[in-house]
């Protein structure tokens, strides 16, 4: 697993983009371990904590927008950094989850009892597998990576805080560093961490990954 807040790269000489991605406060279905997608559910009171932690942490950081995720649980956490910071909450809704479609609301426990042939096919069949009602994971990372793009070139040579989804963090990182789709996962997604990337000259450079110095206690994995 990639270290907790690790810097990856840094070249303050080229003149770049930041887009400092933060994952939700946890959520009541993250304690569950329950497959959230498009679907959503309360902050739990962790979360909430979690969510303050991190707007504190934001109110003495210089950013030029703040964008999130319209999914209820980004947006409860964007409310805590945008009532700290004075920032407006621009909502966006290419930061969503992954669409799993009918495996939304289940545990991976459930999925693969009640849905047990398109469970296995969503864990072995790769990028281009579409669930049922949801997206392939080649369709959601060109998603996301069209989304990021568009706010980088929007707010050129700016900073971008963004609230998101720990699928859309993996994403993200697979996209700026070339990791396979297909390959095994070797990174943390914790909830209410700070993650920065860089764009320079068109392309992705990856800065620091799962940095949660901010919190106190511990954050839950997006396993």
Not at 63 to 78: K, M, P
Not at 99 to 128: K, S, V
Not at 137 to 164: M, N, P, S
Not at 185 to 205: K, P, Q
Request: glycine share 8%.
């Amino acid at each position: 697993m990639l270290c907790l807040g690790r810097a990856v790269y840094n070249d303050a000489t080229m003149p770049h983009t930041q887009l400092i991605l933060l994952r939700h406060g946890e959520t009541i279905w993250n304690r569950e371990h329950r497959i959230q997608g498009h679907l959503d559910s309360p902050l739990s009171e962790a979360g909430i904590a979690q969510a303050e932690a991190l707007a504190e942490r934001l109110a003495a950081t210089h950013f030029d927008a703040l964008y999130s995720s319209d999914l209820g649980r980004a947006q409860l956490t964007a409310q805590k950094i945008g009532a700290a910071s004075g920032r407006e909450i621009i909502a966006e809704a290419g930061l969503r989850e992954r669409n799993l479609g009918i495996l939304q609301a289940l545990t991976r426990a459930e999925a693969q009892h009640i849905h047990p042939e398109i469970y296995a096919r969503y864990r072995t069949l790769g990028p281009d597998y579409q669930v049922p009602g949801g997206e392939s994971a080649q369709q959601f990372v060109a998603r996301v990576a069209d989304t990021c793009r568009a706010l980088a070139e929007k707010h050129d040579g700016k900073i971008i805080v963004a609230v998101t989804h720990g699928g859309v963090l993996d994403a993200m990182y697979r996209h700026a560093t070339g990791a396979p789709l297909d390959g095994a996962r070797n990174t943390v997604l914790l909830n209410a961490s700070v993650n920065r990337f860089d764009f320079v000259e068109g392309r992705w450079r990856l800065v620091t990954w799962g940095d949660v110095a901010h919190l106190c206690g511990a954050s839950l994995d997006d396993v």
